[in-house]
């Protein structure tokens, strides 16, 4: 029984990771559910052939494990036939299995239906998806909290309410999502910007850069918050080692500057170029000028024209995200008035290439 018990929890923990689910394996869901050896036995092929490849044997095997009474099996059918990956989508028929394991309390099988329901996909309605969000919500799944605010927010199946919105987002913050923290804080940030700070910082401290990247940007402006060098250096360099890029081109600016941080136009040169090449416009622009100064890197005026070149056409085309615009036409005509003219057209070419 033990050995068999710990085969069901594998599985589960394979079948989510497939699917790209999150299940709590709780003692409601960790114990098997009502199934022969067989059933079992089949749900098992059929997330091997899922692994394999063997999209057709799996979607097979999952049916017979499934009607015998695998509410996991049943999720497997749906998910397969859902994003048709046996070569046709069926949200219908998706909609009936993931039904099977709905009526078990199956909490990927609630979450399935709930988002089909806010799509209104398979005879699933808007008002259904608050019913499966609401009982996956209750089993503890935060992705279904976060969808029910944005329902209760935005008026989809249900009457427009803000404080239900703010209660499954709190519910979610409870719960330690850093998404449903982050977006608690969206809510609050206009209102209350030092409880949207706190839940910012929560949700940082889970692992959301952008949340991360917002606080650090908080206690460096004047959002009703006192600055604190040290805490914004902290936040904006979470982001940064994250992978946020605009955060990659502030945190190398306060290295530059030395502000809240050790000053080392070195590693100030290598997070601009970071941001650079992740696409940020000012990070681009501020590499450019590093490379126009050989400060922290070694001097390239081609190079430096092409990333200021790079960081204009980007800016064109995000322009709420410039903050540097006099000074990118500057740098660029001073390049262009002191650099071999060879140069910049090769730099030119370069840039022009990739747009």
């Not at 929890?9 to 114990?31: D, R």
């Not at 998806?129 to 935060?142: C, E, H, K, P, W």
């Not at 650090?216 to 982001?239: C, H, T």
Request: aromatic share 8%; proline share 3%.
């Amino acid at each position: 029984m033990e050995l068999q018990r710990w085969a069901r929890q594998s599985g589960l923990a394979a079948l989510c990771a497939v699917l790209g689910a999150s299940v709590s394996l709780s003692p409601a869901y960790a114990e098997p559910v009502i199934n022969t050896v067989e059933s079992q036995a089949n749900f098992e092929a059929a997330l091997e052939a899922y692994q394999g490849g063997k999209i057709d044997t799996a979607l097979s095997l999952a049916k017979t494990a499934a009607r015998a009474g695998s509410s996991d099996a049943a999720v497997m059918v749906g998910h397969i036939l859902r994003k048709g990956e046996t070569g046709r989508i069926d949200l219908k028929a998706a909609r009936e299995w993931y039904d099977r394991g709905a009526i078990k309390g199956h909490p990927d099988a609630l979450v399935a239906l709930g988002e089909m329901g806010i799509r209104q996909q398979g005879g699933v309605t808007q008002i259904e998806a608050v019913s499966y969000l609401t009982r996956a919500s209750d089993a503890g799944r935060t992705d279904a909290m976060r969808a029910l605010a944005d329902m209760y927010r935005t008026g989809q199946g249900v009457k427009a309410d803000p404080e239900q919105a703010r209660y499954w987002l709190e519910k979610s913050a409870q719960s330690f999502d850093p998404k449903g923290t982050k977006a608690l804080a969206d809510s609050l940030f206009e209102s209350d910007p030092k409880a949207a700070l706190k839940a910012y910082e929560q949700a940082a401290a889970g692992g959301n850069i952008d949340a991360a990247y917002i606080a650090g940007v908080m206690y460096a402006e004047n959002f009703n918050i006192p600055p604190d060098e040290q805490k914004s250096s902290k936040w904006l360099r979470v982001a940064a080692e994250g992978g946020h890029a605009a955060a990659m081109a502030d945190y190398g600016l306060l290295v530059y500057q030395g502000v809240g941080t050790k000053q080392s136009e070195k590693q100030a040169a290598a997070w601009f170029q970071k941001s650079a090449q992740k696409g940020d416009p000012e990070g681009q622009f501020l590499y450019a000028f590093t490379l126009a100064k050989g400060e922290g890197v070694e001097r390239n005026f081609e190079d430096a024209y092409y990333w200021v070149l790079k960081s204009i056409q980007n800016s064109e085309t995000n322009p709420d995200l410039d903050l540097y615009d006099k000074d990118k036409l500057t740098l660029k005509a001073r390049l262009e008035e002191n650099v071999d003219p060879a140069l910049v057209e090769r730099a030119r070419i370069r840039a022009e290439a990739e747009m």
